[in-house]
């Protein structure tokens, strides 16, 4: 059977490599695109290498930043631009292979296997969809090529910005096994500390484990993660589909008490619609609506729905959304036994339309896409690294997915 070559295409620092072609004069100065940048509560959505050299993290408070960069320059985000550069970047990749998988805004995979004659080896073809990127986009690209998917994300990860990294199947102990374990896939923060308390500190330690001891300490879970620092993943490229593509995607609780007032449904909502956020980014959609599902103490089950003209996949419109229809629809004339939300009407990106539903409420309109970043660190740290405040009070419930 052929060897699979599979790339690993990562736009390096994208918001702040596109917000700095619109403000050219400060792209050797340190740079943060911030979301809500006035309030404490503001975070860090992309920073350039320069701000890096000072420690500035992605995800983390402005605040924070400022502290360690005090000239630190931040801008606000550029949604419309962002979502233009992706599209851009993703017909670069269409010149190479039809056999594409988004991952973010900022990230593909590419089964380049049937495009070898044409174009040549995987990593010639990683240096021109490079190529191609930084000149006719001007903003610069890492990729990693690989015989899995697993190891082609690693490899753009090991060297940036603007560069190829290979990681072949005949040498790929000697060049990723001595790596920490949390640079892997799906290692998250979460998973590496469990897996540090057991004295599995790099790629390598997992590899050799015994698999049944992985098992015992992350369940299925830790056999997958040995396999994938054996080089055995074999998940293919899956290219987006309108058949792929879901009707719907809701989330729903029962939850361990009853709730009997708004505050209480509005931390709950808030979680929810984080989780509905996630799915639809990684589908590559917008919600035009809502519908949210209720079940009261006494076991009546309620349903209320609403379109909208306009667009999203964020998370707290999703959330406010659902506090709207529950306020105009129930008053709590009983308890609540258990909430869901839906985002329904769903449309790809290119279909969505995107404006400031809120009016001229500028800290609102930025609400509205910052979760892009948050998403990325959740998909990377797993889905309790990141959360709001006011999403993160237990609420004491059992999660169902649909």
Known sequence: ???????????????????????????????????????????????????????VKTAEAVFEAKRKCPELITLPPLYDEYYKYSAAAHKIYERYTDMIEPFGIDECWLDVTGSTMLFGSGEEIAHRIRRDIKGELGITASVGVSFNKVFAKLGSDMKKPDAVTVIPRESFKEKIWGLPVSDMLFAGKHTSEKLKSVGICTIGDLALCNEETLKRLLGKNGAELKRCAMGEDTSPVVTPTKEDKPKSIGRSVT???????????????????????????????????VQVHIRTSDLAVKEFSRTYSVTTDSAYIIATRGMELLNEHYGFSAPLRSVGIRAINLKGYETAVQSDIFGSNEKIEAEEKLENSIYKVREKFGSQSIRRASAAKECGMRNNKS
């Not at 596109?18 to 940048?37: E, H, I, Q």
């Not at 709730?259 to 589908?283: G, P």
């Open 1 to 55: 059977m052929r060897e699979r070559i599979i790339l690993h295409c990562d736009l390096n620092n994208f918001f702040a490599s596109v917000s700095l072609l619109f403000n050219p004069t400060l792209k050797d100065l340190p740079v943060a695109v911030c979301g809500d940048k006035e309030s404490r509560r503001g975070i860090v959505l992309a920073k350039n290498e320069p701000a890096k050299a000072f420690g």
């Open 255 to 289: 939850l361990s008490k009853d709730f009997t007032n708004k505050e209480e449904v509005w931390s709950t909502f808030l979680s929810l619609a984080q989780s509905v956020s996630d799915s639809l980014r990684r589908h590559s959609l917008y919600s035009a609506g």
